[in-house]
């Protein structure tokens, strides 16, 4: 089922909750994501969102001081993960869809593919800039922004591919997810151009859009009112993360381009090891997790990132 389509039947007031993992490191096997899934099911999440991860340059030391420059993909098997996962759950998976690393004829494969498996839901995103640039740089003949991705997921649902001539080509039927950032994208000169720009997502076809991590929830609600104020008007799911360790009040910020609140990290300063930092952790992000449900959110996604243990402690003491 769609997502937007599940979010208006659901009946109740119970509010979902859904999930992200990532695919297991290249040469480990499917099982960590089984493991991970045999524990959260028992939350009857309505979707499961599996992450994409391009494909990457290294150098690699070869004899002699020499550095051969190689290409790696540390992630792969997104689509295959999203397969496996709905045909042994019976849930729907949501691969992400990235610009970085496709050009568009590759995106129509993919789509091609992902609409012969049956998967009814994707997340459009750009994609981060590659380790060994500075900057996010399309493939040659790809999108430079999600909206383009969008407007082309979208034609697809209208049966319009990129060979014009095409006669009575088949219309997919997906609903399109994109990003959202309470806190700004980092590259955006301010919120309200950021906004602008989730707009014409929007505008080109997005369905929802689902939050960056975020650990101040004053932060999602004020980007909730600054979307609907703006006439963004499609559902909007927070997405949250835990900390379990003091490295990641660091290490997040720097990745995700997120704060942390000082209240946080001066509970966490007082932690003696790890193992406190994830109580508080745990304790934060179930408040947090309260709090959200209180205010009506449609559906409360999680960043698992292999702490599906920790995550369900969560989602069974908060919802
Ligand atoms: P865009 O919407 O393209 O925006 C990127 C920047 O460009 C923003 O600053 C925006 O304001 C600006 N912009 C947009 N349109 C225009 C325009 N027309 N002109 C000028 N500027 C414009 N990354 C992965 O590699 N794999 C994943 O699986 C993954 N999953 C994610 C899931 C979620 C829920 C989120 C929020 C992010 C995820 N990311 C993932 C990270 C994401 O790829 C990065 O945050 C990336 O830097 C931006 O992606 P986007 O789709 O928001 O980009």
Not at 13 to 23: A, G, N, Q, R
Not at 200 to 224: H, L, R, S
Not at 312 to 318: F, K
Request: glycine share 6%; aromatic share 10%; net charge neutral.
């Amino acid at each position: 089922m769609k997502i937007t389509e599940y979010l208006r039947k659901k009946d109740g007031d119970k509010t979902p909750v859904s999930f992200e993992l990532l695919p297991p490191m290249k040469g480990r096997g499917i099982e960590s994501i089984y493991n991970s899934l045999d524990r959260l099911m028992e939350f009857n999440p309505p979707f499961i969102n599996v992450t994409y991860h391009r494909s990457e340059y290294i150098y690699k030391k070869m004899p002699g001081g020499f550095f051969k420059k190689v290409i790696t993909r540390k992630r792969p098997g997104t689509v295959g993960i999203c397969a496996a996962i709905m045909n042994k759950y019976g849930v729907q998976a949501v691969p992400h869809l990235t610009c970085g690393g496709f050009s568009v004829e590759e995106t129509e494969d993919a789509l091609i593919d992902l609409h012969f498996l049956g998967v009814k839901n994707v997340l459009a995103i750009r994609g981060d800039a590659a380790k060994s640039e500075a900057r996010f740089t399309p493939e040659t003949g790809g999108h430079a922004y999600s909206s383009d991705l969008v407007k082309q997921i979208a034609n697809m649902n209208k049966g319009i591919y990129l060979e014009e001539d095409l006669a009575n080509a088949i219309e997919t039927d997906f609903c399109i997810g994109v990003g959202g950032y309470p806190e700004k994208h980092f590259e955006a000169p301010n919120m309200n151009t950021d906004l602008k720009h989730l707009k014409k997502k929007v505008e080109m076809g997005a369905n929802f859009i689902m939050t960056q991590m975020f650990f101040d929830n004053e932060k999602f609600f004020e980007f909730v009112k600054a979307c609907r104020e703006m006439d963004i008007n499609v559902p909007i799911i927070p997405g949250l993360k835990p900390l379990t360790k003091r490295r990641q009040t660091t290490v997040i910020p720097s990745i995700f381009h997120v704060d942390i609140p000082d209240e946080l990290e001066l509970e966490i300063e007082k932690c003696k090891d790890d193992k406190a930092v994830e109580q508080v952790g745990k304790e934060w992000c179930i408040n947090q997790s309260k709090e959200l449900v209180k205010a009506g959110i449609p559906c409360l996604h999680f960043y698992t990132m292999s702490q599906s243990k920790i995550v369900s402690e969560i989602v069974r003491e908060a919802m």
